[in-house]
Nanobody, 127 residues
């Protein structure tokens, strides 16, 4: 069982930056691939980024590639999402998710492969 708590959201002007954090409970954090997803008003939740268990493999949606950076600290049981050059279309609730190693390494962008979810943190980018 893993509990996830996101933080770091807020209101920022276009072009600004935010750093999201997701703190995980439990002692098996390194067993999980970690992902970030987001849901904008009136839209379906979508994949943003993921990082494998060691942190050596990272994945990004095309819409955030080059602007967002995912990282993790297995000693601190925390995954981060550094968001730079933010755009109004980045406005959404951002969710952290964890996927057990037993699900393998394929399709880190698929929501249905994640086992645990946080409650989300709001990010609002003003124009």
């Amino acid at each position: 069982q893993v509990q996830l708590v996101e933080s770091g959201g807020g209101l920022v002007q276009a072009g600004g930056s935010l750093r999201l954090s997701c703190a995980a409970s439990g002692r098996s954090f390194s067993y999980y691939t970690m992902g970030w997803f987001r849901q904008a008003p009136g839209k379906e939740r979508e994949f943003v980024s993921a990082i494998n268990r060691s942190g050596a493999g990272t994945y990004y949606a095309d819409s955030v590639k080059g602007r967002f950076t995912i990282s993790r600290d297995n000693g601190e049981n925390t995954v981060y999402l550094q968001m730079n050059s933010l755009k109004p279309e980045d406005t959404a609730v951002y969710y952290c998710a964890a996927r057990s190693y037993s699900r393998g390494t394929n399709y880190p962008d698929m929501q249905t492969t994640y086992d645990y979810w946080g409650q989300g943190t709001q990010v609002t980018v003003s124009s």
